[in-house]
C-alpha cells in the first residue's frame, strides 16, 4: 500500500521461558499476557502480543505487519473457531477510510495451536532476544464464500463481538465450516452464500478488475510470523528407574494464509492491484 505507515507503538519486550507458575503464585495462571520481539520477511523486527484466558479457554496474538496492518488471531477452543481479524491503513488520497477492518472465521483444529492454559504459564527470559520459527507451515489458501451476520455472530463464538466490531460488514467464513458448525446446532439464519464466479461470469478477480466500482473476488494474505503451536516434552527417571514425561517446553511455527472473498466494488480491495 503506498499511503503512509503507523508505526506500532513502544511496549515492554517480554519473552517466553518455562512452563512454571510464578513463584508463590496460587496454581495456574487464569490470564496471562506477554510480549515477544519477532522478526519479520525483511528483516524487520516487531513485538507480538499474546494473551491467554484458561477460564475462557481462549488466547490470542497480535502484531503489526510490515505494511502497517495490525493483525490478530483469536483462538476459541470452547467452541471450537479461530477468528482472524486485520486492520488496514487506508489510503485516504484514494478516497478510502482512515482504516479498513476485515474478520475471517474458521474452523480451530485441534493441535494447531498449543492450549490456553499451557499459554497462559508462558514466562519471560532475556528480553532482547528476536524470535523467529522453528517451523515454516504451509501456506492455507482459503476460499471465504459465506458472509457472518455481526448481530448473530455470538452465537459461533461470543469473541465474535468485541474482535470484529470494527468489521461488522465484513465478517466471513467458509461453507466447508458452516457444515461443520451446523452438526453442532449452530443457528443458520447467521450465514449468508457470497456471489461467486459461477452465479456472475463477469465477476473478476480484483486485480484484473479495471473499473474500481464494480464487485469483484478480493484477495488478501497475512501472515502470523511467531506463536507456540506445540508443546516439548522430557524424560525423567526417578529413583525406582520408573520414566516419567513432563512439559519442558514448546515449539513455535510461522504460517500464511491467504483469504479470497467477494467485495461489492474493487474500492474495498486496492491493495489487490499492487500484488
Not at 457472518?148 to 466471513?172: D, P, T
Request: with cysteine; hydrophobic share 35%; charged share 25%.
Amino acid at each position: 500500500m503506498r499511503g503512509p505507515r503507523s508505526r506500532l507503538p513502544a511496549l515492554p519486550a517480554l519473552l517466553w521461558l518455562a512452563l512454571a507458575p510464578l513463584p508463590g503464585a496460587p496454581g495456574p495462571a487464569v490470564r496471562a499476557e506477554l510480549r515477544v520481539r519477532v522478526r519479520l520477511p525483511g528483516g524487520q523486527v516487531t513485538e507480538e502480543s499474546l494473551q491467554a484466558d484458561s477460564r475462557s479457554d481462549c488466547v490470542s496474538l497480535e502484531l503489526r505487519t510490515a505494511d502497517g496492518a495490525l493483525v490478530t488471531l483469536t483462538a476459541d477452543f470452547r467452541q471450537e473457531v479461530k477468528i482472524f481479524r486485520a486492520l488496514i491503513l487506508g489510503e485516504l488520497e484514494r478516497g478510502q477510510s482512515q482504516f479498513q477492518a476485515l474478520c475471517f472465521v474458521t474452523r480451530l483444529h485441534r493441535n494447531e495451536i498449543i492450549p490456553s492454559e499451557s499459554m497462559a504459564k508462558l514466562r519471560q527470559k532475556n528480553p532482547r532476544t528476536v524470535r523467529q520459527a522453528e517451523e515454516v507451515r504451509g501456506l492455507e489458501h482459503l476460499s471465504m464464500d459465506v458472509a457472518v451476520n455481526f448481530s448473530k455472530g455470538a452465537q459461533l463464538s461470543s469473541h465474535i463481538h468485541n474482535v470484529c466490531a470494527e468489521a461488522k460488514e465484513a465478517i466471513y467464513t467458509r461453507e466447508d465450516d458452516v457444515k461443520f458448525w451446523l452438526e453442532k446446532g449452530v443457528d443458520g439464519s447467521m450465514f449468508e452464500v457470497l456471489p461467486q464466479t459461477s452465479d456472475l461470469p463477469d465477476l473478476q478477480r480484483c486485480k484484473l478488475c479495471a473499473d474500481r466500482w464494480k464487485p469483484c473476488i478480493c484477495s488478501y494474505s497475512l501472515s502470523i510470523e511467531w506463536y507456540p503451536c506445540m508443546l516439548k516434552y522430557c524424560k525423567s527417571r526417578d529413583a525406582g528407574g520408573k520414566v516419567s514425561s513432563y512439559k519442558c517446553g514448546i515449539r513455535s511455527c510461522q504460517k500464511g494464509y491467504t483469504f479470497d472473498y467477494y467485495v461489492p466494488q474493487k474500492q474495498l480491495c486496492l491493495w489487490d492491484e499492487e500484488t
